[in-house]
């Protein structure tokens, strides 16, 4: 059965620094990787999508994938208050599947 | 990104009564859709995958008359959570893939069972 790992948290980080969000998942079959940002009753957003090794930027956000070690992160630059949430780290083995969920990590931004 | 519209958004209901939630993806036709379902300080857990003009595809432990899916056409599913008990109260979202296959989720519904 496919897994996908996240520390639950709470990630503390002051408003302005780096925040680094980690994911690995367990089957090496997997052909897309995702991360959602989910607020408190809310469901989630889709941030970033990544498909291949390396890094791809969007604004503030960064994700990382390694498909060597199963690795996956996200990093968002400037932190903002807004950005606290619960980050969810997903993935597909392509197809017509729906996605493997992380439990997420909930990320607390400090004014 | 694409939209993925659920409605309705919240629903009380009595122990033992049929609630029937629905999915529209907007701007876009979805052969695919997906439900699935969180507890509080849950991860979303895949409950089935609703196929336009076919049977649902249910993952294991989710039973498949208690959950009924239709997917009548490519821009509207519909999941009815038959004689609903206090366990099955729960955030249910449902999802569907837009044309670069990324995944877009609805609002979300809250089902509260008394």
């Known amino acids: 059965q496919k897994e996908v790992e996240q520390n639950s948290g709470p990630l503390s980080v002051p408003e302005g620094a780096i925040a680094s969000l980690n994911c690995t998942y367990s089957?090496?079959?997997?052909?897309?990787f995702f991360w959602y940002r989910q607020y408190s009753g809310k469901s989630p957003e889709l941030i970033m999508s990544?498909?291949?090794?390396g890094d791809k930027e969007d604004g503030r956000f960064t994700a990382q994938l390694n498909k060597a070690s199963q690795y996956v992160s996200l990093l968002i630059r400037d932190s903002q208050p807004s950005d606290s949430a619960t980050y969810l780290c997903?993935?597909?083995?392509?197809?017509?599947?729906?996605?493997?969920f992380g439990k997420g990590t909930h990320l607390i931004i400090q004014p | 990104g694409a939209v993925v519209s659920q409605h309705p958004s919240w629903v009380i209901c009595k122990s033992g009564t049929s609630v029937k939630i629905e999915c529209r993806s907007l701007d876009f036709q979805a052969t695919t859709m997906f439900w699935y379902r969180q507890f509080p300080k849950q991860s979303l857990m895949l409950m089935a995958t609703s196929n336009e003009g076919s049977k649902a595809t249910y993952e294991q432990g989710v039973e498949k008359d208690k959950f009924l899916i239709n997917h009548a056409s490519l821009t509207l599913s519909t999941l009815t959570v038959t004689s609903a008990h206090p366990e099955d109260s729960s955030f249910y979202i449902c999802?569907?893939?837009?044309?670069?296959?990324?995944?877009?989720f609805g609002e979300g519904s809250r089902l509260t069972v008394l």
């Open positions: 999802s569907a893939r837009d044309r670069q296959r990324e995944l877009f």
């Open positions: 089957d090496r079959g997997s052909q897309s």
């Open positions: 997903a993935e597909s083995g392509g197809g017509a599947d729906g996605l493997t």
């Open positions: 990544i498909y291949s090794n």
